[in-house]
């Protein structure tokens, strides 16, 4: 606990300067958007729609994102109980809460979690898919620190934690 307490302290001036951005009107709403979309909506519509455009090849994509989103969504659980990390905007007064949170915790990132698994199985199945989300991903990571809601280190940690229970599911499922 006290390792996270250095960290959180540490990591308040970047989560300063990453929100400062968010106090122009148009930033806000295009990162207060993505954080919006990001959240499980562009998701779910695009498993619902691989099928259609893709037949077998866009189930099997859209089961085994799914699939991987409910593995996420527990460990995610787990760890935002197990830390305790409250968010940023708690922290100091000057960060702005620009959006309402899912939760009260902070570690880690489950919008980046989720986008980071998410890109890494539609990539490995349609490659091209892979490469025009990676941008949307990037965006979501980006607007949880725009949005004062999380610590630099909880979007590393989602990423991690996302590419690594992707990269597994990859690995067990085999070829494609």
């Known amino acids: 606990m006290r390792m996270m307490q250095r960290m959180t302290e540490a990591e308040l001036p970047l989560c300063l300067a990453f ?4 106090r122009r009107w148009l930033v806000n709403r295009l990162f207060a958007a993505v954080s919006r ?14 099928p259609l455009l893709y037949g077998p090849l866009g189930v099997r994509a859209s089961l085994h994102m799914a699939l991987v989103g409910l593995l996420c969504l527990p460990l995610y659980k787990w760890l935002k109980q197990a830390t305790l990390r409250d968010r940023p905007y708690t922290r100091d007064a ?8 899912l939760d009260r915790f902070s570690f880690p990132s489950g919008h980046t979690m989720h986008a980071v698994a998410f890109t890494l199985i ?6 091209a ?9 990037l965006l979501v990571a980006l607007s949880r620190l725009v949005l ?28 494609y």
């Not at 280190?153 to 499922?173: F, K, P, Q, R, T």
């Open 19 to 22: 929100n400062r951005i968010s």
């Open 37 to 50: 979309l990001g959240n499980g909506v562009f998701w779910y519509v695009l498993m619902a729609v691989l």
């Open 94 to 101: 000057a960060i702005l809460q620009n959006v309402p949170p």
């Open 122 to 127: 539609l990539a490995a199945y349609l490659p």
């Open 129 to 137: 898919w892979g490469w025009a989300v990676a941008p949307f991903t």
């Open 148 to 175: 004062g809601l999380h610590y630099p280190s909880d979007v590393l940690a989602g990423a991690g934690i996302g590419a690594g229970v992707a990269l597994v599911s990859l690995a067990l499922a085999g070829p």
